[in-house]
């Protein structure tokens, strides 16, 4: 199991087109890297012989009833690996249209991805939604990978075909792979193993292309944002929440937004602890030299960074994906949701695109514009009360948001404020 | 912050989150690693205190070394000790040696937890699953719903992005919160080894044998190992080859492939 020192986990997902090979190339990933353990191994040796199946890897992820029987993937799932080099955690995703949403909760923990895309089939709908969908999560480090070689006699010639189809969509949505692979993951060509059957392929294989990818760097260097998530009283008043980047310090002189209230930093809180700061991801908590009013959903910042406070505004533009099977209109009141903020907005439509073809949504006059499941949206948002926020380049975790009603319906992202 | 580090301040965030939402909230505690585990990140979230009650589900049939831990330690935390029994199933008679192992979890767990929650009426569960515990498990959100009838609607939840969980809803009967999801097995006893966690006994090796995974007494079966301190465990975790719960009777993957099998025409 392990076979490193190192404290370090890359979280990436696997997503494209339904049987374009997830379930397959995870498989794969896990039984070259000798992860599986062995009675998990003999369970689906045993399930292919009495089949008559070669070894299906698609059997290790896909474990609810109807996922076996209807040999689908419905929901997304975690597993962990790990090389040599470091460790990993594999989001998997469903590929069919229908669990659209599944995937982007998957796909929304990841920090890389791979696209898979069958080298026989080409480029689908949902390996061009998927791909969407990681341009607006903001993931930069993406591998394709052109699967089922062996289906296509491992042809070069096929390859580059449709390596020139998926980049030219690509280029579309501005991702840049970091790496297009051809590889047959039933076979093992390419995913830990080099591939006998491709020697024109001078490139690195899966497995030593993941580990040339990045862990997400800590957000410690930028601006100071601690997010409110509830006030305690235990024994003394406790302003606890999350430091979602910079650090935070005892002594620092902060400002609450959005009153813009100062005081200072007069403890950092933590059990049997006593720490004189806080780094980005820490859940801390603080007490404060003045006994302000704080509430959930209030950001805390350094007043020293005048230039690097958050806007608060009760208006932004924003992007968001649309899951729900009910369509949204205009005018209809919601609840935007970002890091521990709530509050209720109204929408305005301003554009309406598919995510597969990326073709706009046309509405013909006097028609009211709907934002349905699965579209992506150019939006207006007004919220009834000021929140502080971030554009999603600079700060991502105040810069995204949810939408939603009793569930979350849409995930946006800000993209000017 | 360390491996360690993010996965703890993590779990602190989303018990905050479910206190925060929910006040009528208990937190499950078998009194296994995982769940102990779970209690101790409890109390760091609210700075040594445990504002709400720890349900202990007791069939009637776990070792005796669980009794004495639980009484012990939710003494020394002062803790809200709830435990929830089916004394009408035992009384009918209801037991692993009477009855096939699923009726007897059924009964004496699921009847039971189902009966408190109605009882004292929980709004919200914390519990200590891991994703890497079982195929199933791993499909699981942070916060997930639950109907009166305790079904999980697995082939419709809802969206869990970044950490935006799940709100209230009129209507159901209550969310289970999953705090350490994202922990494994090794990540647990690294962390149990690091904060000095008491730990039943059970999981040390005596006589070349221990207990991987924990409940009662007549389901569960001990691994072949020498690991007696929690220094071999997590040696011993880093190159083993057994699963966790293969010491677990009434685990019942084997059930559903079986029903593949047939579906397609096997026996």
Known sequence: MAKNSNEEYLKFVIVGHVDHGKSTLIGRLLYDTDSLPEEKVEEIRLVCEMLGKDMEFGYVMDHLEEERDQG????????????????YVIIDAPGHVEFV????TGASQAEAAILIVDADEGVKEQTKRHAYILSMLGLEQVIVVINKM???????ERF??????????????????SYVLPISASKGDNVAKRSEEMNWYKGMTVLQA?????VTPSANESPMRFVVQDVYNFTKRIIVGRVESGIIHKGDNIIVLPSGEETVVASIEEFLAEPTEAETGRATGITTRDKLFFDRGNVVCMQSAPDQLPVVTDTIKARIFWMDKTPFTSGDSIYFRCATQEVTCSVEINSVMNSSTLEPVIFNEGEQAVIKNREVAEVTIKTTKPIAVDNFNEIQTLGRFVLGYDDTCAGGIITEL | MDHLDKLESQSIYIIREAYKQFKDVAVLWSIGKDSTTLLHLVRKAFYGNVPFPALHIDTGYKFKEIYDFRDQWSNNWGIDLVVACNQAALDAGMGPDNSDKLACCTALKTQGLKDCIAEKKFKALLLGIRRDEHGIRAKERVFSPRNRDFQWNYKDQPPELWDQFKNKQAGEEHIRVHPILHWTELDIWRYVQRENLPIVDLYFAKDGKRYRSIGCETCCNPVDSDA????????????????????RAQDKERAYMMQKLRALGYM
Not at chain 1, 74 to 86: E, M, S, Y
């Open chain 1, 72 to 87: 689908i993937t419905i929901d997304t799932a975690q597993v962990w690996f790990n090389t040599d080099k470091r460790n």
């Open chain 1, 101 to 104: 949403k599944n995937m982007i």
């Open chain 1, 150 to 156: 062996d289906l296509v006699d491992f042809s070069e």
């Open chain 1, 160 to 177: 580059i075909e449709v390596k020139k189809e998926l980049i030219h969509f690509l280029e579309n949505i501005g991702i840049e792979p």
């Open chain 1, 210 to 214: 993941l580990d040339t990818f990045e």
């Open chain 2, 228 to 247: 007696d301190t929690v220094d071999e465990i997590v040696e011993e975790l880093r190159t083993t080859e057994v699963t966790e719960r293969s010491g």
